[in-house]
């Protein structure tokens, strides 16, 4: 039993309006046809009778002229022994009855053949009901010869002859039924065979149809499930074809937005972590900073003591000093991080800081690294200091160096770019090595404050994040990208200065 789901399928459907059109227009023309064969059946059995009644006619003439039985018996047998025929009467002119003869089959009919008298032509006249048809004709005697009033019926022979009597020949239906029962049957069964043909042609046609439909129905189902769906097979150029494709385009499109968005959503994730360390860090510099102010100030008071009393000891107070020196600049490098140093800004090229730097990055890099430097043909202008991109630039360049242990290539390059979620015009550094690379877990973390890959006491963990920290001031943005075994490259974005003709 179908189901409510398929029979509210639209190819179901279309299955039945097609099969039902095409049964209607089936029974129409079987219909038509049993009508015609019904019709031609009956014809040909009156034209079998009227031919028959005419030999019966022609052959009996001398026996009716002479009343001979005999005669009448030898004409009538061969009459008898066809199919059809159920009885055969011979009459003289007066309607008299000469001859008389009849199968068992029309004993078994209650009522003879009754009703008005139809005349078809001028010789033969036939009475028809449910179960009999009756031919009979007259028999004359004329002068021609019988062979030619047998072939040439015609007024003119018919003139002047004397009618001698006639004949009747009952012909059963029971053929006709049958004939017409077997053509029913057949017809019948050629429609169920065209039937079958045809709903199988149709199914396999609407399938190839509606089966692109089906699945692109599947698609979107899914799709508005969440689930990650494929692209959906273009199998046509109609419209269920550019339905499909429009659905890849749209399905291809909210894919993209999708990691458009789950990527700005882990850089705003990032953005908010490295905004938490920098305010910790900040805290923590800056009551730091309070605690090497006094601890400078008591050791200047030490020191003081100690050489107005002439007492040895003035060279660990240096020492102290020294110290006290370096964690300051340690806590200047947390305020860089935090973003609250004071930054010396103005417009510079960085092309011109690139190239004023070139020699010293050189010598930094060694004989081993290939350093390749290519600017971009025009002026990159942008407010920064100076001072604070060559510190970006020599800490980047440091750690490149370090990642090439072996040797490899360091290259800088400049150009101007607009990148695709924003509509303004960045000057763009990116500086690349060929490496050992990050993984994804060192990736992670690597502008957090006081991380580091290097060994103790090789590094403080806070370079790159003052490169972070610097970048972030200047309104800027640095993004990494780096694979283990397979390199670095950090692209730095810092906004162009736009001149009022739309220039850089």
Do not use: W
């Not at 309070?290 to 240096?318: C, F, H, M, P």
């Amino acid at each position: 039993m179908l189901t409510s789901e398929i029979r509210k399928s639209f190819g179901y459907k279309i299955y039945m309006s097609f099969s039902l059109s095409i049964l209607i227009i089936s029974l129409i023309i079987s219909g038509g046809f049993i009508l015609y064969q019904q019709r031609n059946v009956k014809d040909n059995l009156i034209r079998e009778g009227r031919m028959l009644a005419d030999l019966l006619a022609h052959h009996s003439r001398t026996g009716i002229f002479a009343e001979n039985r005999g005669l009448l018996e030898d004409s009538v047998r061969g009459i008898m022994n066809q199919q059809n025929v159920l009885a055969v009467s011979i009459f003289a002119s007066e309607g008299k009855p000469l001859f008389h003869q009849q199968k068992k089959e029309y004993r078994a009919i209650e009522n003879a053949v009754s009703g008005s008298e139809n005349r078809v032509d001028q010789y033969h006249f036939i009475v028809e009901n449910d179960d009999l048809i009756s031919i009979r004709k007259d028999v004359f005697l004329d002068r021609p010869a019988a062979e030619e009033a047998l072939y040439f019926e015609d007024t003119r022979m018919r003139d002047g002859r004397d009618l001698i009597g006639s004949v009747e020949i009952v012909l059963s239906k029971e053929i006709l039924r049958q004939q017409i029962k077997s053509i029913l049957l057949s017809t019948l069964l050629a429609i169920m065979l065209s039937l079958t043909a045809n709903a199988v042609v149709i199914y396999f046609i609407i399938g190839s149809a509606t089966g692109p439909l089906t699945r692109l129905t599947e698609a979107v189902r899914l799709f508005g499930k969440g689930r990650t769906v494929g692209k959906v097979p273009i199998e046509s150029e109609d419209e269920i074809g550019r339905l499909a494709m429009t659905f890849n385009t749209m399905s291809e499109d909210l894919k993209k937005r999708e990691e458009e968005k789950d990527a700005l959503e882990e850089k705003l994730r990032h953005a908010q972590k490295m905004e938490a360390v920098g305010t910790l860090a900040r805290g923590i510099a800056h009551d730091f900073n309070n605690i090497l102010a006094t601890i400078s100030g008591s050791v200047y008071l030490l020191e003081k003591k100690l050489r107005d009393n002439g007492t040895i000891g003035g060279q660990y107070t240096g020492q102290i000093q020294n110290s006290i020196k370096k964690a300051q600049e340690l806590v200047q490098g947390l305020f860089t991080f935090s973003r609250v140093h004071k930054i010396n800004a103005a417009p510079v090229d960085l092309n011109m800081i690139i190239r004023r730097l070139t020699p010293m990055l050189a010598d930094m890099a060694g004989e081993r690294i290939d350093l390749r430097i290519s600017l971009s043909e025009e002026a990159l202008m942008v407010i920064a200091d100076a001072l604070q991109i060559e510190q970006v630039l020599m800490n980047l360049c440091s750690n490149a160096r370090d990642a090439m242990p072996d040797g490899g290539t360091l290259t800088i390059e400049t150009s101007s770019v607009m990148p695709f979620e924003t509509a303004e015009v960045f000057a763009r550094i990116l500086i690349s090595d060929t490496g050992t690379g990050m993984d994804e877990e060192i990736r992670e973390r690597i502008f957090e404050p006081f991380f580091t890959t290097k060994d103790v006491g090789k590094g403080t963990g806070l370079g790159l994040s003052i490169v972070h920290g610097i970048i972030k001031q200047h309104k800027g943005n640095i993004e990494l990208q780096s694979k283990k075994g397979e390199g670095t490259a950090f692209r730095i974005l810092l906004p162009l200065i736009v001149k009022e003709d739309g220039k850089t």
